[in-house]
């Protein structure tokens, strides 16, 4: 997979040399472009902000920097995946864009180029958005309902949570089937050795060596925690998805069927 990266604080993107990222880039399964923004200024202080239209606080990212950075990508990434056709999908990350998911990570790990523009300030004339719209797909995605001081901790953010599902990069592919998000629920919890720590022991199920009990447990907690910490997600579960057993420790959570979906029981 090719990525490109368009910010003006290239050295916030180091951290993509360490840990799993970085052995996939040593293995050439991820082909990673850090673009300064700034080379694409033609002026002394190498601007890239001006004031907002129509006035109020901050500053906005201008767009002719903008505008020749994304061709520069366009450029760079076509020669080396040596496609002249090629184009990225481009993902602007905003507050304002839609959530990013597991859902939206297993999209963009099927993608063959990725391109991120990293906003500062109060964000990147709209302009360019559009512009960019005409020769890539674009993505504004927003990786939490909070605000950051500019894109480059949400690239580290989508890259991390991409890269590690494409083929090779973790060990072990089973790891990726039974984590938080992957069927609706949250993981349930994990334990190592020692079996006894502080006075707290590992739950006796798990060295039972009764590998359905074991999932049986799993399957409960997993259903406990995601009832507890994420309503929401109980909300959205397909029943098709659920067992008897399921639906029995549901009900005594206080969750019950009504028209396909389930809803917290009235008191
Ligand atoms: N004025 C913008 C607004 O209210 O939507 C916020 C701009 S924010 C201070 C600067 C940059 O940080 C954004 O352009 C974006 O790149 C990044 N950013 C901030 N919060 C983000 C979030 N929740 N998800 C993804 N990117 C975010």
């Given at each position: 997979m090719r990525l490109d990266v368009v910010t003006i604080f290239p050295e916030y993107l180091?951290?993509?040399?360490?840990?799993?990222?970085?052995?996939?880039?040593?293995?050439?399964?991820?082909?990673l472009a850090v673009h300064d923004l700034r080379d694409f200024t033609h002026d002394r202080h190498r601007t890239v902000d001006d004031s907002p239209a129509g006035g109020g606080a901050g500053m906005v990212m201008?767009?002719?920097?903008?505008?020749?950075?994304?061709?520069?990508?366009?450029?760079?990434?076509?020669?080396?995946?040596?496609?002249?056709?090629?184009?990225?999908?481009?993902?602007?990350?905003?507050p304002s864009g839609t959530p990013f998911t597991q859902a939206a990570a297993h999209e963009l790990a099927g993608l063959p180029w990725l391109a991120f523009a990293c906003g500062r300030y109060e964000g990147i004339d709209e302009r360019v958005l559009e512009d960019a719209?005409?020769?890539?797909?674009?993505?504004?995605?927003?990786?939490?309902?909070?605000?950051?001081?500019?894109?480059?901790?949400a690239v580290l953010v989508v890259v991390e949570a991409v890269a590690r599902l494409l083929p090779g990069v973790v060990g072990n592919p089973e790891s990726l089937v039974e984590e938080s998000h992957a069927a609706g629920l949250l993981e349930y919890p994990v334990y190592t050795r020692p079996a006894t720590w502080r006075g707290r022991s590992v739950p006796e199920v798990l060295s039972s060596g009764n590998h359905a009990l074991v999932a049986r447990w799993r399957r409960d907690e997993a259903l406990r925690r995601t009832a507890r910490r994420r309503p929401d997600l109980v909300e959205r579960l397909d029943p098709a998805g659920l067992d008897a057993a399921d639906l029995a420790l549901l009900d005594d959570l206080g969750w019950v069927l009504e028209h396909?979906?389930?809803?917290?029981?009235e008191p």
């Amino acid at each position: 997979m090719r990525l490109d990266v368009v910010t003006i604080f290239p050295e916030y993107l180091a951290p993509l040399d360490l840990s799993l990222i970085g052995r996939a880039r040593r293995d050439g399964v991820l082909d990673l472009a850090v673009h300064d923004l700034r080379d694409f200024t033609h002026d002394r202080h190498r601007t890239v902000d001006d004031s907002p239209a129509g006035g109020g606080a901050g500053m906005v990212m201008r767009p002719e920097p903008w505008g020749e950075a994304l061709d520069a990508v366009l450029a760079a990434g076509r020669s080396a995946l040596g496609d002249d056709t090629a184009v990225p999908t481009l993902v602007v990350p905003t507050p304002s864009g839609t959530p990013f998911t597991q859902a939206a990570a297993h999209e963009l790990a099927g993608l063959p180029w990725l391109a991120f523009a990293c906003g500062r300030y109060e964000g990147i004339d709209e302009r360019v958005l559009e512009d960019a719209a005409e020769r890539m797909p674009v993505r504004p995605l927003s990786i939490g309902d909070y605000v950051l001081g500019g894109g480059e901790a949400a690239v580290l953010v989508v890259v991390e949570a991409v890269a590690r599902l494409l083929p090779g990069v973790v060990g072990n592919p089973e790891s990726l089937v039974e984590e938080s998000h992957a069927a609706g629920l949250l993981e349930y919890p994990v334990y190592t050795r020692p079996a006894t720590w502080r006075g707290r022991s590992v739950p006796e199920v798990l060295s039972s060596g009764n590998h359905a009990l074991v999932a049986r447990w799993r399957r409960d907690e997993a259903l406990r925690r995601t009832a507890r910490r994420r309503p929401d997600l109980v909300e959205r579960l397909d029943p098709a998805g659920l067992d008897a057993a399921d639906l029995a420790l549901l009900d005594d959570l206080g969750w019950v069927l009504e028209h396909g979906r389930l809803c917290r029981a009235e008191p």
